[in-house]
C-alpha cells in the first residue's frame, strides 16, 4: 500500500518499454528496501508524532521534491481539463496514506505489509464496477483465492483480528481506488501532471486535517517528518520507474521483499513476532496478484479480433 505507499505509485504511471526484460527488477528491489525502512521510520515515530502530522509532512515535502520535474515540460503540465479527476485521485491517495500511518502505528509491520498486497485485488473489482472492465471465469478464481489468503492473515472470528487491520483493510480499499483514477487519467493526461496535482490538491486537504493537533515538532521530530516525506517520495519513484521497464507480472513477485525486511525489522526494532498464517496468506495474495497481472499482459498482446475477456 505505499501510497501506499506503492500503491499510489501506480504501474500506470509508466508503459513498459521491454516487457520480455527483467530491466526494473533492481528498482522493484530498490523500492521494496525503502519501503520497508519507511514503515519502520514511520511505526517508531508513531510513538512521538500524530499519523496526520506525518501525512502532512509527506505531502509537504513530496511537493517540494515534485516541483524540479515541472522544469522539463513547463506550464504546459499544467493544463488540465480533469480537474475533477485529480481531486478524486488525490483524495483518494491522501486517505489510504491516512489510513495506512495509522495501522502501521496499530499493527505489527508484516501485517501491514501483508494487507496492503490486497490493493490489486480490489482494483481488478473496482476495474469491473467503474471501468467496465469484463470479469471472467479465471480472473474470478484469482481474486476468490485471493481474498481467501487474506483471511488466512486476518483470521476473523479467532481472535487475531484487530481494529488496526480493519484499517490496513481500508487502506488497500482506497489504494485500489486511486489506482483506478490513475487508469482513468492517463488517458488524457501526462504523468508528471497527474503527480504534480496529487501532491498540489492533497497537500491543502492535509493541512486542513493537521490543524486542531498541531504543534512544532523539535529538531529531532522535524528530522523523522523530512525522512518520511523523502523516503516515501523515493520508493514511489523508484517503483514508477520499475513498471516502466517491466511488466507487472515479471515484478510483482520481487516485491515480496518488502514483507520479508518488514518481519524482519519488526521483530528487530520492535520485538513483533510474525505466524506462519501471515505469511501463508500474504504469499496467497502476493501470488494471485501475479497471475491477474500475466493475464492481464496476455491479454493486451492478443489482437483484439481474438481477445476474450479475463
Request: hydrophobic share 60%.
Amino acid at each position: 500500500m505505499p501510497d501506499s505507499l506503492p500503491g499510489d505509485a501506480t504501474p500506470a504511471l509508466g508503459a513498459p518499454t521491454s516487457r520480455a526484460t527483467l530491466a526494473g527488477v533492481p528498482f522493484i528491489v530498490a523500492s521494496a528496501v525503502v519501503f520497508a525502512l519507511l514503515w519502520a521510520l514511520i511505526r517508531y515515530a508513531s510513538r512521538e508524532l500524530h499519523p496526520l502530522q506525518m501525512v502532512f509532512y509527506r505531502q509537504l515535502v513530496g511537493m517540494l521534491a515534485v516541483l524540479p520535474l515541472l522544469r522539463h515540460g513547463g506550464l504546459r503540465l499544467l493544463r488540465t481539463h480533469r480537474l475533477g479527476g485529480h481531486m478524486v485521485r488525490a483524495f483518494a491517495g491522501v486517505t489510504a496514506a491516512y489510513l495506512t500511518f495509522f495501522a502501521i502505528a496499530l499493527i505489527p509491520l508484516a501485517d501491514a505489509v501483508a494487507v496492503s498486497y490486497a490493493a490489486p485485488l480490489f482494483t481488478s473489482l473496482a476495474a469491473v464496477a467503474i471501468l467496465r472492465e469484463k470479469l471472467r471465469v479465471r480472473r474470478l478464481v484469482a481474486v476468490a483465492v485471493g481474498f481467501l489468503g487474506m483471511l488466512l492473515v486476518l483470521r476473523p472470528g479467532l481472535g487475531t483480528m484487530s481494529w488496526g487491520h480493519a484499517v490496513a483493510l481500508a487502506a488497500a480499499v482506497f489504494v485500489a481506488v486511486s489506482m483506478i483514477s490513475i487508469r482513468q487519467l492517463t488517458s488524457t493526461e501526462h504523468p508528471r501532471t497527474i503527480v504534480f496535482y496529487n501532491f498540489c490538491l492533497a497537500l491543502p486537504i492535509s493541512f486542513v486535517a493537521v490543524l486542531p493537533i498541531w504543534h512544532w515538532p523539535s529538531a529531532w521530530q522535524l528530522a523523522m517528518l523530512v525522512a518520511i516525506g523523502l523516503g516515501s517520495f523515493l520508493g514511489q519513484m523508484l517503483l514508477v520507474r520499475a513498471f516502466a521497464l517491466s511488466e507487472a507480472s515479471a515484478l510483482m513477485p520481487f516485491d515480496f521483499l518488502r514483507l520479508v525486511l518488514a518481519a524482519a525489522l519488526g521483530f528487530a526494532l520492535f520485538g513483533e513476532r510474525v505466524d506462519g498464517f501471515t505469511l501463508a496468506g500474504a504469499f496467497v495474495i502476493l501470488a494471485t496478484t501475479v497471475y491477474i497481472a500475466h493475464r492481464e499482459r496476455a491479454e493486451r498482446r492478443r489482437p483484439k479480433s481474438l481477445a476474450k475477456p479475463l
